[in-house]
């Protein structure tokens, strides 16, 4: 993707920076200010506001803070990470809040070239796989079966470019938006069902083929330039920091949310503490919702929010995830050659990243499962899913990994009280029109946040970005 510089921010990318590393400015006046919701998108904003000197107040269903963060801790001593797990090097939002806070970050490898790829029951080197004819025996036409995997790739990158090219980038988006990315593939590349299933299957995207091109183009362009990290430590330590910013009694926990009412010079938020069925109510002169798009959803508002930005909530794309997470008593991948990185597959769990020597050696991420498919694995218990799981790395790896199983973890996000489900991804036409501007605009006293409102959908920037622009909103709204 290196013909053409990547999309344009929607937003002053600059300024956000600014206001992060240096601060805001102060407001004159001292207004209090609600958040609903303590993941990171309610979070950033609050520090911020602190910091502008308004009074605040959270109010959060869990009883944590960091939302879709969620780091686990095995007594043993082992970390990983059940949500969000890696911050890509063009997320300087983020990581401005992590040099911050002086959190240790190390890489987080995608890529190997004696790592495998298993599909079709076929098992096969990264560094060869791409340079063969039809390397997974599928049904391609007689013009497909011609060419490598690298070049049908390249040939779909290059479609991709020349529409780019013709177009600005806002009408490029635009029409890109129009499109699935199996839609785009059909219809302006003429692949056949069984090349789309491969291009998708190594671009690790063939479970959210639905998704709009707009979002699979962004994704692109950031993985294409950028190395990914974690920290090292647990990702939750970031919110953590945070949250200890703020003064004591500033997070309500296990408090959810029912009603919100707008009035002319004030809004109130009635909530309900530990499941309790008497409500309690607290008014302030803003309000910010920050929780994701599906608890949004059974959010009850009073007056009703407008028909344009109610469908829009409604509407709103929000996928699934499962992550397993799996410890062995010896990292037996790597009398393989393999020591980090993914390992495609194209099993209900989806890919499997080996994360390394500087993360975990003795770690898998399995199952970085996304989208649809994750819903199939839905109904199996967590015992059942991790003995699924070893069964098939017994397969990809041809010895019995149970022997050397330690412990694992599994979380699904569908299940989730609090979230609901995993994060948003645009269907097509909703990420380029006026559906994107209904999701972040505000209704009278009520601003809204959260990573569905961003441009980074479904990575931690997004929250950050959004929780950065409220701030902005309410800093506007106050001078």
């Known amino acids: 993707m290196q013909r053409i510089a990547p999309p344009p921010k929607r937003f002053n990318y600059e300024k956000y920076l600014e206001i992060l590393n240096h601060g805001p400015m102060r407001n004159k006046a001292s207004k209090k200010v609600i958040i609903v919701g303590a993941g990171m998108s309610g979070l950033t904003a609050g520090r911020l506001l602190k910091q502008m000197g308004h009074n605040i107040k959270i109010i959060e269903a869990s009883d944590k803070v960091g939302g879709r963060i969620k780091t686990f801790r095995h007594p043993s001593g082992w970390v990983g990470e059940l949500g969000a797990i890696q911050i890509l090097d063009c997320h300087k939002l983020v990581l401005s809040l992590i040099r911050n806070y002086s959190l240790n970050i190390v890489p987080f490898q995608r890529t190997g070239s004696r790592n495998f790829l298993f599909m079709n029951g076929i098992r096969l080197r990264e560094s060869i796989f791409s340079l063969k004819k039809n390397p997974f025996k599928l049904d391609f036409t007689k013009e497909e079966s011609r060419y490598t995997v690298s070049e049908l790739i390249q040939m779909y990158e290059e479609a991709i470019l020349d529409d780019l090219e013709k177009l600005d980038w806002k009408k490029a988006m635009t029409y890109m938006d129009s499109f699935s990315v199996k839609e785009y593939l059909e219809n302006c590349c003429n692949f056949s069902e069984a090349a789309i299933q491969q291009i998708l299957f190594c671009m690790n995207f063939e479970g959210l083929s639905y998704v709009s091109m707009y979002e699979l183009i962004r994704m692109m362009f950031s993985f294409n330039i950028e190395y990914p990290q974690v920290v090292k430590d647990g990702l939750d330590n970031l919110p953590r920091k945070i949250s200890e910013d703020f003064a004591n009694n500033t997070i309500l926990f296990k408090a959810k949310v029912q009603r919100i009412s707008d009035r ?87 890919s499997i990243n080996i994360p390394g020597r500087q993360v975990e050696r003795s770690l898998i991420y399995g199952g970085v499962g996304e989208g649809r498919t994750t819903h199939l694995l839905n109904g199996l218990s967590e015992l059942d899913l991790i003995e699924y799981h070893l069964n098939k790395l017994s397969t990809l790896f041809r010895k019995k990994v149970k022997t050397v199983f ?61 929780g950065i622009r409220v701030a902005l909103e309410i800093q506007k709204r106050t001078d």
Request: aromatic letters at 12%; one cysteine or more; hydrophobic letters at 35%.
């Open 264 to 350: 002319k010079t004030y809004s109130c938020v009635h909530y309900s503490i530990n499941k309790s069925t008497e409500i309690e109510t607290e008014c302030a002169e803003y309000v910010i919702v920050a929780t994701s798009i599906a608890a949004l959803k059974i959010i009850n508002f009073k007056p009703k929010l407008d028909v344009k930005k109610q469908r829009a909530i409604n509407n709103m794309n929000f996928e699934s995830a499962t992550r397993i997470v799996e410890k062995f008593k010896t990292p037996f991948w790597e009398s393989e050659g393999i020591y980090q990185g993914d390992i495609t597959t194209d099993w209900h769990t989806g």
């Open 406 to 466: 330690d412990s694992g973890v599994v979380y699904k996000w569908l299940n989730d009280p609090f979230s609901l489900g995993g994060f948003s991804l645009c269907l097509p036409k909703q990420c380029s029109n006026d559906f994107n501007k209904n999701l972040k605009k505000s209704s009278g006293r009520i601003h809204f946040a959260g990573e569905h409102t961003s441009d980074s959908h479904a990575w931690v920037e997004g929250a950050v970005e959004s």
